[in-house]
């Protein structure tokens, strides 16, 4: 039975004990979704979502650009009201017990969430105050958060004059005030040069280390394979694959044999040449060329010939084990590169 607007999680009641009783599911899971919908009008976004994040561990969320991994967010995170379906924080309704959802949760959307006019450290003593903090911690949290994210020169200057990265590890630091146990991060490195990267990074694996659940959206594979416990693949409304990093690896199986081209010329004339093979994947940065290995010294003869009667240089050759960008291909039909560019130039047109 659930408990329509009270404090109280909402959890099995048991008419015998008089007692709320947690289900296993709900003491072990800081997030348990269950048969979530959401449509836009006629467009159909989630199509009946189900999944549980376990206390203390990372969940990446990984989809193509509109597979819906921003809508899951907001309503998870009681910004977005579900059409129906029940998720549950910590055993809390995110409709029905909202505020307290809200008490258990640090968000970080997709784009920054800052008041411009106020400085970083405002924005982080404002923050803390609509949590509550005391005038203490927040004093003592601010100081740790802005040096933590390398804020502390930049601390009195008002955020419409910082860099975009700057923005970003300021909106990161304001989403960690007040040490929630639940953590939603939307794209968090987006826009973050590779060092800031990694300090989200390591802060995100201290927070994990110490109890908290993460549940994030990237575009990084390197991300998503460095941090996550668990990963969520979603597309068409549906999560079309879960599993952890190495699971989803397996599950599309066989080592890849790349292929080097000398010549930056030939490379398009590269590719025409074994585009038949329907595992061809390129990586026009790297000049690579990789197939799914399947026919052995055979297979290598026949391609390494091809394009040598083409004319075409190989560099060097060598097999590799199926990365996570090759799990996204295979599952979505698109590299996460291909998602990167169209983000890219979505954001460059508006
Ligand atoms: N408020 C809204 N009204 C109408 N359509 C919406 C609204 N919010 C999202 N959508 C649509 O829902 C779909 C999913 O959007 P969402 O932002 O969740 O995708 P996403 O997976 O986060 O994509 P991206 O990788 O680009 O961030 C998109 O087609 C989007 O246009
Ligand atoms: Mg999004």
Redesign the pocket.
């Known amino acids: 039975m659930s408990i329509a607007g009270t404090d109280k999680p909402d959890k099995m009641y048991s008419s015998l004990t008089e007692k709320y009783v947690s289900t296993e599911l709900e003491l072990e899971n800081a997030i348990v979704v269950k048969g979530l919908r959401k449509s ?2 006629q ?1 159909t ?1 989630l199509d009946g979502v189900n999944f549980v994040v376990k206390k203390g561990t990372v969940l990446a969320l990984l ?10 967010i907001r309503i998870l995170s009681t910004l977005l009201l579900p059409d129906s379906g029940q998720v549950l924080i910590n055993g809390f309704d995110v409709v029905k017990n909202a505020n307290k959802v809200r008490s258990l949760i640090g968000l970080t959307g ?1 784009y920054a969430a800052l008041d411009e006019y106020l400085t970083g450290r405002e924005n982080l003593h404002m923050i803390g105050r609509l949590y509550r903090l005391s005038h203490l911690d927040i004093k003592r949290r601010t100081e740790e958060l802005l040096e933590l994210f390398d804020l502390v020169e930049a601390s009195n200057r008002t955020v419409k004059t910082y860099s975009g990265g700057m923005s970003r590890r300021l909106d990161l630091a304001v989403s960690l005030i007040a040490s929630p146990p639940i953590i939603f991060l ?2 968090p490195t987006t826009g973050l040069d590779p060092r800031s990267r990694l300090i989200m990074w390591d802060i995100i694996t201290q927070l994990v280390s110490s109890g908290t659940t993460i549940l994030l ?1 990237t ?1 990084d594979m390197d991300e998503a394979d460095h941090l996550a416990d668990r990963i969520i693949v979603i597309n068409g409304g549906k999560i079309i694959a879960e599993g952890t990093s190495d699971e989803l690896k397996q599950r599309i199986g066989s080592e890849r044999l790349e292929i080097a081209v000398a010549a930056e010329s030939s490379f398009e004339k590269a590719k025409k040449v074994i585009e038949d093979d329907s595992s061809l994947r390129s990586d026009d940065k790297m000049r690579t060329l990789s197939l799914v290995t399947k026919g052995g010294v055979n297979q290598l003869k026949q391609v390494l010939s091809r394009l040598d009667e083409a004319g075409i240089e190989v560099e060097n050759i060598s097999s590799r084990s199926p990365t996570l960008d090759d799990v996204f291909l295979t599952l979505t039909g698109h590299t996460c590169n291909d ?1 990167t560019e169209k ?1 890219k130039s979505k954001e460059v047109r508006k």
Request: hydrophobic share 20%; aromatic share 4%; proline share 5%.
């Open positions: 836009f009008k467009l976004v989809g193509p650009n509109g597979a819906g991994k921003t809508t899951t997709q939307d794209e959206t575009q998602q983000q």
